[in-house]
């Protein structure tokens, strides 16, 4: 079919599309199980998709009578195959039914209903399919899918999702669940009932989950309530998606359009749900009251002659009359000539969406977008151009996956500064806010090879994000995949560079091949941010199947890239060394935005510490490093889950770069580790040599320490004490000079040596400054206890908060005003009160345990705090209130059932 296709293809206009192929196949005696089947169809589909997307196939129908079991008459099977958005391969499998006083319709296998559910086998072939005319608009306007599109793609990474986890973890048995992904649309209403609604009334508008058929949507604006059951939520997980309908107005925003954004992203908030955004629009609509343009007419400066210019536009009184009526103008009474004319001073035109009010739609989901960063998990997939208050979405949700191709994230379009500028100086979109841009500049956090890459990233971002701001974080079985107990195969080696990711991903032996483990679970290490700052490495990892956040120095040197702008002919691209271990003005603020991202994401932190210090110097100086630095101790100090700051082996963490991150900033929630082979000191031991042992402490070193120094020392001595002549003292004294200056090189390693051995992680621990020396080869398992033990730690510093609140859980108002470093002595009384000694509180398997077997006695405890909390409430809002209230009150319990009276009278009695 596809050769003879081939053939005839030079027949097709270049416009010919909805090319069909049909094949039927009479087996009737063989035996061929249905999934087998579709197994068949799929991968032939999978292997010749680009010829047929070539030749514009867009469906192609295989009838095939087989026997499905041997005992079974043979059985017509139509399998239908498409892919209508050339990333997501459908296999639609339906059966020949014969349905009483009804003709041969087509049903779904399985209970799957695909598109031709219940159509006749004779029906005759549509010329198109319902969707394909907008389908190929929306990729004709910025290469984008339509909006209705995107679920398919979303359940197809999933399933991918499913087939890398069950590949790599073929011991695990875990069921995957029949259905991947469930939506419904989430549809604007007016409570009033309207039949069309507008935005000037935001509080008389609503969101009902409806269930719909694609297209019905009569707003450039689409949201869903979608549940993904994924590896890491099997049981379902839900989020809220907003997307674009660039077949809508090309994607503007219009007053409507913010209003279902604004709602969407409202109830994302408010159920505490991960909040993803489809960004491909053209940003704020701009109109025109066209009511008034077909009106209105010119008062020109000399009647008849329009080259001497115009004075004031005007309407006509009967004009102005209609448009009057409709609110669409303002406009001044005149008398020209005797002619009555109404001179035109405002239009406000009985159109919607004409221009400011769009803005304030703008401005409205800006801030939206800017809380729901704050409260819930927000990432933005820009799968088409994005522009105006569509870019600064983008940036205001922070997290972002970029596509390569046709999404550049833009404020004005290229031709517009072209005409601004007078000249033809960019030639695209690409040049303002594309990759290469983007990516760089740490805007885009992530980049995709396409719209279905794209998809997969965000599916693999929101595996590590619990599936409400605050709960459980989602947790792997890695059984088969990576043990808790290894060690760890890679190990730096000193003075040697090496790839900061080997630390934490492992890498494969330069030697012989073999794969050498890092801290993390194997193949769970996600980079972000890598095409900006490159001397810090950021992303997120599993350890144990726990998601962690990953921030960690680049120890080599990396070169920052300012490319040339068109506009200035006078500039070029420009490289700058950047040396490795230092921070930076990009990458101090990497950092702090990482640490932000990671505390909106719920994640513990891991700061693999490598950093010499800031770099002070003017230019540096001048591009806010101090400023920067600061926002890292910022963002560190409302960072409200475990932080774990490690140095590596043969690593160092000095001056500036200690203090931004020591545990004392956060000592509720940080702890600092170090490896027997790592630094920590004000200064580099040369540094710190230079300037407290000089040459002068040295040489009184070489006095004290040196053998023949000391002979000589004595020989000078008796010679000043004797009759020995000046010649003889001055022979001596330059034997002196010579062994000083023979000896000053290796003393001058020993002063190095010497103010080396401050640094050490033993003077570390004994100064309180890091919690232990923890050596990199056992690394892995202490962490992933001592990270299991912090969660469960303050899962209960969390409970007991809420309880203290009078609360049985706590509100986002009260997460934010929870302290760990107050609430953690109060959990360790509740261990010892069960029964622990205090000297086991460090224990952290000895704790777990404890949270486990005590969990009954725990929550009583707690149960009883928040009683007592209740009560004292209670006792202070009574004894600050009126007779009055008190009589109020009285009148209320009156209300109460007979045995909570008794119950009441019984307590109160014993009390009073």
């Not at 799957?112 to 549509?126: D, N, Q, S």
């Not at 109404?342 to 304030?360: A, K, P, S």
């Not at 702890?671 to 540094?687: I, K, T, W």
Request: aromatic share 8%; with cysteine.
């Amino acid at each position: 079919c596809l050769s003879a296709l081939d053939v005839t293809g030079s027949a097709f206009s270049a416009s010919a599309a909805a090319n069909h192929i049909f094949v039927n196949i009479v087996a009737a005696t063989s035996v061929i199980p249905q999934l087998d089947i579709e197994d068949v169809v799929r991968s032939i589909a999978e292997r010749y998709s680009d010829k047929l997307q070539a030749l514009r196939v867009s469906e192609m129908e295989i009838k095939v009578t087989v026997k499905l079991s041997e005992d079974s008459a043979p059985v017509p099977l139509w399998l239908v195959v498409s892919n209508p958005t050339s990333l997501v391969l459908k296999v639609d499998t339906y059966v020949q039914v014969k349905e009483a006083g009804m003709p041969t319709v087509l049903r779904g296998v399985g209970g799957r209903k695909g598109e031709l559910e219940g159509t006749e086998v004779m029906a005759p072939y549509p010329i198109s399919r319902p969707l394909d005319a907008v389908r190929t608009r929306a990729m004709k306007s910025t290469g984008t899918l339509y909006v209705y599109d995107w679920l398919e793609v979303f359940e197809a990474a999933v399933e991918n999702a499913w087939d890398a986890y069950e590949a790599s973890r073929p011991l695990v048995h875990v069921r995957r669940p029949r259905r991947l992904l469930q939506s419904v649309e989430l549809v604007v209403r007016s409570k009033s009932d309207a039949e069309r609604w507008d935005a000037e009334d935001m509080s008389d508008l609503e969101l009902q989950e409806v269930s719909r058929p694609p297209a019905q949507n009569d707003v450039g604006m689409v949201a869903w309530l979608v549940t993904l059951f994924t590896p890491e939520a099997p049981g379902g997980r839900q989020m809220v998606l907003i997307a674009n309908d660039i077949t809508h107005a090309v994607g503007s925003f219009g007053t409507r359009e913010d209003a279902v954004f604004f709602l969407a992203s409202q109830l994302a908030r408010d159920r505490r749900l991960p909040r993803l955004y489809l960004a491909a629009n053209s940003g704020a609509r701009i109109g025109m009251a066209e009511s008034i343009q077909k009106k209105f007419r010119v008062a020109w400066a000399k009647e008849g002659d329009p080259t001497s210019g115009f004075r004031y536009l005007y309407l006509t009184p009967s004009d102005y009359e209609a448009a009057r009526q409709k609110g669409a103008v303002k406009a001044e009474l005149t008398l020209e000539d005797g002619d009555v004319r109404f001179r035109i001073t405002d239009i406000i035109g009985e159109e919607e969406d004409l221009g400011v009010e769009n803005l304030m739609g703008s401005g409205r989901i800006a801030g939206e977008t800017s809380r729901a960063y704050d409260d819930v998990f927000t990432l933005t997939l820009v799968v088409g151009r994005s522009v105006g208050i569509g870019a600064y979405l983008v940036r205001l949700g922070h997290r972002t996956i970029q596509s390569k191709a046709q999404a550049p994230i833009i404020l004005t379009g290229f031709q517009a500064l072209n005409k601004l500028m007078g000249r033809g100086i960019y030639t695209s979109n690409d040049q303002l806010g594309g990759p290469m841009v983007m990516h760089p500049n740490g805007v885009s956090h992530m980049l995709a090879a396409n719209h279905r890459d794209a998809v997969q990233k965000a599916i693999g971002w929101l595996g590590f994000v619990p599936t409400v701001r605050g709960g459980p974080l989602p947790s792997l079985d890695i059984t088969g995949a990576d043990s808790i107990d290894r060690g760890i195969g890679f190990h730096p080696e000193p003075n040697t560079p090496y790839d900061p990711r080997h630390l934490v991903a492992g890498c494969v032996s330069d030697i012989d091949g073999s794969w050498q483990s890092g801290l993390f679970d194997k193949d769970s290490f996600v980079e972000s941010l890598d095409g900006w700052a490159m001397t810090v490495v950021t992303g997120r990892a599993r350890l144990g199947g726990l998601p962690v956040g990953v921030i960690m120095t680049e120890g080599r040197m990396v070169e920052a890239l300012h490319p040339a702008d068109p506009a200035d002919a006078t500039s070029m691209e420009k490289k700058t060394a950047q040396a490795g271990g230092v921070w930076f003005p990009d990458s101090a603020y990497k950092t702090s935005q990482s640490i932000r991202d990671f505390q909106g994401e719920d994640l513990p932190l891991f700061i693999i510490a490598n950093w010499r210090g800031f770099s002070g110097g003017q230019r540096d100086m001048f591009d806010e490093v101090l400023k920067y630095g600061s926002y890292i101790v910022d963002a560190l100090v409302g960072y409200k889950q475990p932080i774990f700051v490690y140095i590596p082996p043969f690593a160092e963490l000095r001056g500036g770069a200690w203090v931004v991150v020591d545990s004392t900033i956060n000592a509720g929630c940080m702890e600092m580790y170090a490896d027997s082979d790592a630094r920590g000191g004000v200064l580099e031991p040369n540094g710190a040599a230079a300037i407290k042992f000089r040459r002068k402490h040295q040489v009184a070193a070489m006095h004290r320490c040196d053998d023949k120094m000391q002979a000589l020392d004595a020989e000078l001595a008796a010679a000043q004490d004797g009759d020995a002549n000046t010649g003889a003292v001055a022979e001596i004294q330059a034997r002196i000079a010579a062994r000083e200056e023979q000896l000053l090189g290796i003393y001058e390693q020993i002063a190095v040596a010497f103010a080396d051995l401050h640094d050490t992680p033993g003077r570390m621990a004994s100064k309180k400054v890091i919690r232990a020396e923890v050596p990199w080869q056992t690394a892995r398992p202490y962490f992933y206890w001592r990270l299991r033990r912090r969660l469960k730690e303050f899962d209960l510093c969390r409970r007991l908060a809420a309880a203290r609140a009078g609360a049985r859980a706590l509100t986002p108002a009260l997460q934010k005003t929870v302290d760990m470093k107050a609430l953690a002595p109060l959990i360790q009384e509740m261990y010892e009160k069960t029964g622990n000694a205090a000297a086991s509180w460090a224990d952290d398997r000895g704790f777990l345990l404890w949270a486990r077997e005590k969990s009954v006695e725990i929550e009583a405890l707690i149960s009883e705090t928040r009683a007592k909390s209740a009560a004292r409430e209670m006792m202070q809002k009574l004894e600050s209130c009126g007779e009055e209230v008190l009589e109020t009150l009285a009148a209320e319990l009156a209300s109460l059932s007979s045995e909570k009276k008794r119950a009441l009278k019984s307590v109160f009695l014993k009390a009073l």
